[in-house]
């Protein structure tokens, strides 16, 4: 299984925990056979462990990070188990009790096949199995299951926008609550059937069906033009919400637009847009994202679905942030889930906490496995940006490394039947390595596009000492710094050196149980055309703020924020928020950084 080092052990240690927390989620039951149930919860007054159902969705969910650290067997279990319930027309279950084997579950209770989104979920889930560990034999074992699947999708799209509605198959994002009102389409299911499609297609070439793969090519490039277009709000500036049964959008503030942008479906200017609201204060409380914005006139910080704070969500949120490079709210929010390990239920993580304080819902689950899995995928997709196409022998590497760390190990990341170790050193200010072993002499070709600091200049780079030829990329913030192409040997060494820029460090803001929130927000780090690093950050009024920039030539210039002294090769900087009259509130503010 993978694990990592990096210069913070409370990451470290929230990592191995939460693969112990998946892993006490994988249970057999003598009637129902074996698979992965979506946590545990206390027994109250019965004989058994409280909670403990398989879950469809949550299956899905958890095995991004599952996969991802290389528990492949688990996940095909977990897989083979949910295809053995799948209805007729389809449909992949979403709850199944422990109990299911002695009563008429599917027939007589209605939470069976509750969901629409565990159906495309599923579907995406296996195919990213596939993708990183390359196992063909599990695809060809569950292609019928997974054309039935898809044969659900497009049957319960009566519009043909290429998605299936919640009118039509089921719930997805909301199960009760404001955010049900009128529903036609949410922006959850949409996402997780635009994936689906992509997988159908991929997988339909692989098993030599051209007229699946060519009828998902259509579904997938109309889904992919109604999520861009349906959803996105010109006025307001970002992606909203749903759509409506009266042909209108829902236009509410949630998190669930984190969850396309985590696959990579949207609009990279619109989505970083987006993001910032994302960030914000609204929806980003200090440990986590709220389902609903607290400005919303249906916000209730107690409230399942209408402005709790799920750590699956802020998982999605985190990997969203990562995905279009906004990665200091992105480490924000990975902090906070790390953190959780070890308040409330140790070493697991709660399923839901208050909008308004740092405490857990009374009624949730303490040990919610999709929770504490979001420690893990944020890490592996976003900071690390790793992304494994095992079939085809190729694996994309784009990291975005926190500026403060000058080394991370990453070992027994499976890629098929390989294993690959990476080990990230930084010496001074303008020199990064890379060396990245595997343990085999299968070729794997390697896009490589690592983050740099904001105007740095490249120099050189390096590959076994030898120089590489490279695509840099110095005018546009969302996409990397640079990109290459390299084949892996058991030992590669990549070495980038550059001159000049400007880097930024949010120092952690821990939070104690009970506590409001008050932390910094950053909502974007953009360069500017005029050489200055561009902040916008919220903040609450009356407070001062600290964060930490590094210049190799030094800071020319700033406005909006205060130097106040050196830290460690760091410059300090103070961010004042005026006071207000009443009850503090958070306001943005823009902060620009010159290098010289």
Known sequence: MMSIETPEPALNLAFEWAKAAMDKGMVDNPEL???????????????????????????????????????????????????????????????????????KWFEEYPYAFYHADTTPFYIAAVYNLYRQSGDIKLIEELWPNLKNAYQFCIDNDSDGDGILENSKAGLGASELGSLLEDLHQDIYLAATNLEASFAIRELAEIMKDTQLRDLAEQKYQRAFASLNELY???????????????????????????????FGQLDARRASLTIRTLSSSQISSDWGARMLTNRSPAYDPMAYNNGGVWPFLTGFVASAEYAYRHNHSGLAHLRQLARMTFDHSLGFHPEILSGDFYR??????????????????????????????????SLMFSPQIPASWDKLSVRNYLF????????????????????????DDDPIKLQFEPSLPAFARINRVLIDGKAARISPNQSDYLKPALSLETTLKRRTLIEISFTGGIEIEVPDSPTQTGDRTSSLKILEVMPSSANSLNLSVEGLSGKTYKILARAPNGIQEISGAAIKGDENGWKAISIEFPATEGDPVYQVKLIQIRPR
């Open 33 to 103: 056979g074996y698979g992965l149930v979506a946590g545990w919860g206390p027994a109250e007054g019965g004989a058994r462990p409280g909670f403990g159902w398989f879950f469809g969705g949550d299956a899905a969910i958890n095995s991004y990070a599952m996969t991802g650290y290389g528990d492949f067997e688990s996940m095909r279990a977990a897989f083979r188990f949910l295809a053995k319930f799948q209805r007729a027309d389809g449909k992949i279950t979403h709850e199944i009790s422990q109990a299911a084997g002695m009563i």
């Open 232 to 262: 996105w709000n010109q006025t307001e500036g970002r992606y909203i919400y749903a759509l409506t049964k009266s042909g209108k959008q829902n236009t509410e503030v949630t998190a669930w637009a984190a969850v396309p942008m985590m």
């Open 360 to 393: 857990p819902l009374d009624e949730s689950v303490p040990h919610q496995l999709f929770s504490s899995g979001m420690v893990i995928t944020p890490f592996i997709r976003g900071l690390l940006g790793l992304r494994a196409d095992a079939p085809k022998k």
């Open 416 to 439: 098929g039947k390989s294993s690959i170790s990476i080990n990230f050193r930084r010496t001074g200010l303008t020199s990064l390595s890379y060396e990245i072993s595997k343990d």
